[in-house]
């Protein structure tokens, strides 16, 4: 469990190690949004499949269980939204980061049913930084109790919860529809998240991955 500090005096850094998210409001303007959506909603035919049924560790450290869902690679206005300088100076300030660089970025797909199992982002991802272009897409599960968990760990967790845990410590972080213009930024290789099966019939995520030099 990690330390608690008082918020008043926290700055982002030590909220950041502490909780492992924070909501970064008002960084994504209507127009751009709206592009990014328009884009994603051409593309959706390109979506490559992204489906495996096994629970590893990786090398890397990082960990991952089954997944059922699509990647939509970035086209031009996604590509300008992760590199542009101003972006990524709120994400900076408001992880307390200075030296985040972005790493690319794409739009998962889910479909009915899809869903991601209980894992972490690859060590190349510091930050990763989403926002739903979906009304009303559901939470992602969320595990900062187990901030930093070794891959074994995690999957004595899988083995005794399932990949889609509830209860107890297991919670639920929300991203943020895009336009509200506001973006989730969370430490997807240090803290454990997944996404139980889908509810709606067509469910589109943001998530663009930033690692720090």
Not at 112 to 127: C, I, M, N, R
Not at 183 to 192: I, M
């Amino acid at each position: 469990m990690l330390t608690e500090t008082p918020a008043e005096k926290a700055t982002p850094r030590e909220m950041w190690d502490r909780i492992g998210t924070v909501l970064i409001p008002g960084v994504l303007p209507p127009e751009r949004f709206r592009e990014v959506q328009e884009e994603a909603l051409t593309l959706l035919d390109t979506a490559s499949p992204h489906v495996h049924e096994h629970t590893t560790a990786h090398r890397d450290g990082s960990f991952a269980s089954p997944v059922h869902c699509a990647f939509i690679e970035p086209g031009p206005c996604l590509t300008s939204l992760f590199s542009d300088k101003e972006f990524l100076g709120a994400v900076r300030e408001a992880t307390g980061i200075p030296r985040l660089v972005p790493r690319g970025g794409t739009v998962v797909r889910y479909g009915a049913g899809d869903f991601q199992g209980l894992h972490t982002d690859s060590v190349k991802t510091t930050v990763t930084v989403a926002f739903a272009l979906t009304k009303e897409l559901p939470p992602m599960g969320w595990a900062p109790h187990l901030y930093n968990a070794f891959p074994d760990q995690l999957g004595k967790v899988v083995a005794e919860h399932g990949m889609f845990p509830e209860g107890g410590e297991f919670t639920t972080l929300e991203h943020p529809y895009g336009g509200s213009g506001s973006v989730r930024a969370f430490a997807g290789y240090s803290v454990p998240h997944w996404r139980p099966p889908m509810t709606l019939s067509r469910g589109l995520l943001v998530t663009l991955p930033y690692i720090d030099l």
